[in-house]
Nanobody, 127 residues
Framework: QVQLAESGGGSVQAGGSLKLSCAVS????????MGWFRQAPGNEREGVAA????????AYAASVQGRFTISQDNARNMLYLQMNSLKPEDTAMYSC????????????????????WGQGTQVTVSS
């Protein structure tokens, strides 16, 4: 079992930055894949950034490539998402997710691959 708790969301003006944090507990083998996802009202949940923890292999959605950075701190059991150059279209509820990802050996942005989810933290970007 893996438990996830996000923090760090808030309101920011376009061009600003935020850093989201996700406190992680549970067996490390149960969270070989970890990721950040977002969902805006009326939209499907989409993968933003992902990491395959044992290899530190990462993947990003095209819409955030070069602006967002996913990272992990294994000593503190934390997952982070640094978001720079934020745009109004980045406004959404952001959630972290984890999965054992058996049979998968790379970072994945596919939400169907993840079984453990946090409650989410709201990010609002104003123009």
């Amino acid at each position: 079992q893996v438990q996830l708790a996000e923090s760090g969301g808030g309101s920011v003006q376009a061009g600003g930055s935020l850093k989201l944090s996700c406190a992680v507990s549970g067996n490390t083998l149960s969270r070989r894949c970890m990721g950040w996802f977002r969902q805006a009202p009326g939209n499907e949940r989409e993968g933003v950034a992902a990491i395959f923890t044992s290899r530190n292999n990462t993947a990003y959605a095209a819409s955030v490539q070069g602006r967002f950075t996913i990272s992990q701190d294994n000593a503190r059991n934390m997952l982070y998402l640094q978001m720079n150059s934020l745009k109004p279209e980045d406004t959404a509820m952001y959630s972290c997710a984890a999965d054992p990802c058996w049979g998968i050996w790379t970072a994945t942005l596919n939400k169907d691959h993840y079984r453990y989810w946090g409650q989410g933290t709201q990010v609002t970007v104003s123009s």
